[in-house]
C-alpha cells in the first residue's frame, strides 16, 4: 500500500513537470518570441521566462535524483512570483489580456510544480497573488473596463481551474499515502500484540496441562483414598497444586512482562521442588534492560533456590522504582553483594527465615 | 493484630460461590479460639440480609459471583453499616482500591486466607483496622491523585510488609518495635477510611483510632 502511494506520487509529479513544461514551450515561447517588440523592454522578459524554464529544469534533475526542492522551494517560489510582477510590469497595459501576457499561465504551472505535496491553500494564495498582480496592473493603467475584465476574468478561471485541480490532486495523493501509512503502522501494531497474545496463550496452554497432569493423580488419590487428606505430604503437594492454578486462573493480560515471566520461571522451579511459593506481584513496571532484570533477579532467586518449606516472592513497582523480593527458610543462600549494577541489594536475617530484596531506582 | 476487646462469640456470615472456600473456612472457624460461628450464604447475596446472616457481625464476601466484580451488593451492604471483608481471587489494584473506597473493612485475597481471614474476623468486630499485605502492596503503589499523604516511613513499612508478610521480619528490616510496625500500618489504614466517598464503616474506623490515639485529628485534616 505504501509502495503503491509513493509510486504513484512519483508518477504524478513526473505527470505534473511534463505539463508545466508542455505550457512553457509549446504556448508560452511561441507568444513571448512573437511580441518581443511589445514589451517595453525585452531582454528583462526573456530573463524572466529562462528563469521558469531553468526552475523546471531543476525539477527534473530532482525528480531523477529523487529528491524534493526542501527549504529551497520557498525562495524558488518567490523568484516565480518576481517574474510575474516584472513581466506584468513591462507589458503595456494594453496587452494584458492578450497573448503578450504569456505569464498569466506559465507562473501557475510553475507555482504547481514547486508547491507539489503541500497544502492546497499554499497554491491557492500564490495563484491569487499572481492573478492579482494582472488586476493591479490593469487598474493602475485606468484599463478595468468590463469587456477588458470579462476577457482576462476567463482565463483566470480556464487557467486557474486547470492549475488548481494538479495542485488539489498531489494533496489528495499526499493525505492518501499519510493515511496508507498510519493504517500500515496499525496493521503492524496489532500483528505484534497478536502474536504476543499467542504467544501467552501457547504458554498458559501448556502450563495447564502440565497443572492437570499434576492435579489428576492428586484428585483420583483423593477420591480412592490412596491420598490421606490429613497426611502432611497430601496437603502439601495441594496447596503448591492450587498455588500454581490460582496464579494461572489470575492471569488476565496478554502482556510480554519479561521480568514476571522470568520470576515466574524460577518459581516454578522451586515449587518443583516442592517449595509451597506465594508470588505476589502490585503496581507497574516499564520494560526493562537484560543486565538490569538479571541484577533484579540474581539474588533472589538464588535465596528462592535455597528455600526447604515455603518463599513468598513479590514483585512490586512503584513510583520510584522496581523491586523483586523474596523471604523464604533455609537461609544457606550466602552472602550477597550490596550492590548489582545499577540493582541495589538488602537482606534482613531472622532466625531461620532469610529475606533478600533487589531495588531498582528508576 | 493484637489481642480483640470482643470476649463473646463472633458471627460471621460467608457469600461465597465455591462450596470448598466456605468449608475450609468453616473449618478455621471451627479451629480458632474462641471459635468462629460461620454462616453460609451458599452464594446467595440475599442470605446475608435475612437472618441468621443478618445478624452476623462480618460478611465474608467473594466478589465474583459467577460474573463481574459485584460493586453494587457490596455497596448496598456497607451502606447498611455492615463489616465486610472481601476475600477474592483478585489482587488487581483498581478492584481493591473501589472496594476500599466503598468502605469496605479490608479485602484478602485467597492466597491470603490462611494466615489472615481469622484475625481480621476478630478486628472487623471490634472495629480495629486489619490490613493485609496485599491491601498494602495496594496502597503502596496507589497512583490516584486523591490518595491520601502518606509519610515515607509509613510507605517503607507498607512495601515490607507486602513484601515479607511478616510483621517481626518489617521491624528487623526498619530497626523499630513491632508494635511500631503495627502503628505505622494502622495509621496508613485510617488514612485510607478518612479519604474518598463517606461510609459509616469507614467513620466507625477513624472514630475508634482516634479513641485509641492512634492518629491525631491535625494528621487527618492536615
Known sequence: MIETMARLRGRLRIAILIVATADLIALDLPALITHLDVYLVAWP???????????????GVLIVRGRSWGRWRWPALGLTLAVSVLVNA???????????????DGIGWVAVVLLFDQH??????????????????LALGGNLTPLVLINVGTDIVTIGAFQVTAGAATWMVRYAARTAARAAAAEAEVRATEAIAARVHEDRQRRTQELEAEVR????????????????QTRRDCAIAAARMRRLFAEGDDVDDRLLHEVKACVDIAERRGVLVDLATQGSWPGLPREVRRGLTEAPVRVLSTARNWARVTVLGTDSGVSVSVVADGGAAGAFPLADGAVTITTVEDEDRLWVKATWLS | MGESDVAELITAVIVDDHPAIAAGVRAWCAAATPPVELIDAEGRIARAWTEPGASAQVV?????????????ELERLVDAGRQVIVYSGRSDRDTVLTCLDLGVFTYLTKAEGPDHLIPAIRAAA??????SPSLGGVMSTDRRPSRPQLSEREMETLVAWFESDSKRLVAGKLGVSIKTVETYIDRVRIKYANTGRPARTKAALVERAIQDGLIAMEDLTG
Open chain 1, 120 to 137: 492546497l491553500g499554499v497554491l491557492l494564495a500564490v495563484l491569487a497573488g499572481h492573478f492579482a498582480t494582472n488586476f493591479v496592473h
Open chain 1, 90 to 104: 513591462l507589458i503595456p497595459v494594453i496587452e494584458v489580456p492578450g497573448y503578450a501576457n504569456w505569464p498569466i
Open chain 1, 45 to 59: 522578459v526573456v530573463a524572466g521566462y529562462l528563469t521558469l524554464i531553468a526552475l523546471l529544469v531543476i525539477e
Open chain 2, 60 to 72: 465474608i464476601f467473594d466478589l465474583q459471583l459467577n460474573g463481574p466484580p459485584a460493586f453494587r
Open chain 1, 217 to 232: 493423580p492428586l484428585l483420583t488419590g483423593l477420591a480412592d483414598g490412596s491420598y490421606d487428606p490429613a497426611d502432611d
Open chain 2, 126 to 131: 471490634a472495629d480495629l483496622p486489619y490490613t
